[in-house]
DNA sequence: ACAAAAGTGTTTCTACTACACCCATGT
DNA sequence: ACATGGGTGTAGTAGAAACACTTTTGT
């Protein structure tokens, strides 16, 4: 360790956080449009007592940086994504008392997602309509879902929101859901048909007008392209311990 | 403050650094494809020392962390870039001793940047013929030339290697460098035009064959799409400071 | 029978590709 | 004059968009 005696640039006292912008899918009254939602945490402490924020916490120093965004998607809502990624880092010097560098992760779950039943303080918001929110976490959402809509428009990042069986035109909703606009179900069909990234099943929805037919994920295709950047390290399986 | 007795995981003692992958352009024998450079810095302490690093340093605790990169980045190369952006945070347990974060940027510094006459320890190399480097920065350099290769297809980002007037083969072989693939004249030009980004001088380029007409950028234009991203905080004009 | 969603066919439009060709200058 | 890169023209191709149409079910 380097010692100096001159006033030298203060780099201590800077605090690491990691945050994530966690969206899942919930479908309204039959025949509507699903919306996309996200879980709110309210404070209980100072800083923005009472509002609601992102969920996140510290760092650990011998955590890593996915795990820890695992960790607190965990924490709430007893589940884990099936889609996570490191989305920005917000370090501005006057975002809150005392300097917090925020490492922000987005992630997706599964439709239908339902918080355990002792969650307090945490609530689904439909993107489209939320609360003022704490700290500079309206712009980081915002961010997010700039991100998922560039994203949705060359990934299968849809698939991240859906079951592992659903028809054609439940993923057509997702794709509008996150666009929010009308895609042709014709043109949709095909493009997705030629993209060879679904799987037809021999199972049908039926229960309204002519059954659709159901399809699965092809498991080979990545839902995202990340790059030479390593995967994520695999969340520990909170959600699946009642395994047998 | 709230304190606690219980023992609890450890937030302190996390080290925030960044660094900066600066990109530029060399052109070789006239002729020659240019090549894409970056300038690296030689380690002279311990861990790792003697090899080849990106430029970075501590972010200090009053500062924004996009001017702790241009920071490095003037300290290094005595420059102010003409594109930054934030690249990704590594922050692997085990990728340095003791729990480092590293927030990465991007820059680009316009063609025939030289390095100040005091810098030691400090080099460019061909991106393509890297020595071995420190860390993890092999990895690093490796995903900010994938976001480099993506970002010019579909922004401007290329214009950020030229000076301020530059003919049409010129933009052609920065896109060449970047992708590594011959691109065709006559294609090219019809797509830079239609992009209504350049703006035609009554200036030629004139030395070999035909003149060729020279352009600059239209001001009013981005580089690249940051989304609902705020823009950087303005580099402090560490290279313009002998003005007037 | 009819409504409504599933699924198919067809035309149009646009953008990129390949490549032939002409233009203007230095040697 | 001729070689060379600057710059234009054009036909072919692939994919997206628009929309008419057929199919299959529930009521």
Redesign the interface.
């Known amino acids: 360790m380097?010692m100096s005696t001159r006033t030298e640039?203060?780099?201590?006292?800077?605090?690491?956080a990691v945050s994530t912008v966690i969206f899942s899918l919930r479908r309204g009254a039959r025949g509507d449009r699903p919306t996309i939602v996200l879980p709110l945490v309210r404070r209980t402490?100072d800083p923005h007592e009472g509002r609601w924020a992102l969920p996140g916490g510290?760092?650990?120093?011998?955590?890593?940086?996915d795990v820890a965004a695992s960790r607190t998607l965990a924490e709430t809502t007893g589940l884990a994504p099936s889609y996570l990624e490191?989305l920005?880092?917000f370090?501005?010097?006057g975002r809150s008392p005392g300097?917090v560098?925020s490492?922000v992760y987005w992630a997706l779950l599964r439709e239908g997602a339902k918080l355990p039943a002792d969650a307090e303080n945490v609530a689904w918001f439909d993107v489209a309509d939320l609360p003022p929110l704490a700290f500079d976490h309206e712009?980081i959402v915002?961010?997010a879902l700039?991100?998922l809509r560039?994203k949705v428009g060359y990934s299968r990042i849809a698939h991240g929101l859906l079951p592992d069986l659903f028809t054609l035109a439940e993923l057509r909703e997702v794709y509008e859901a996150i666009l929010t606009r009308d895609l042709d179900p014709a043109n949709f069909r095909r493009q997705v048909e030629n993209s060879a990234t679904l799987i037809p099943t021999e199972r049908f929805r039926t229960g309204s007008h002519r059954p659709a037919r159901l399809y699965r994920y092809d498991q080979d295709v990545e839902l995202a392209d990340r790059?030479?950047?390593?995967h994520p390290t695999a969340p520990f399986a909170l959600s699946r311990e009642a395994r047998s």
Not at 9 to 16: A, F, Q, S, Y
């Open positions: 380097v640039p203060e780099t201590d006292g800077i605090r690491v402490r510290w760092l650990d120093r011998t955590e890593e940086l490191q920005y880092v370090g501005d010097v300097r560098v490492i712009h915002e961010y700039w991100r560039n790059g030479p950047l390593p």
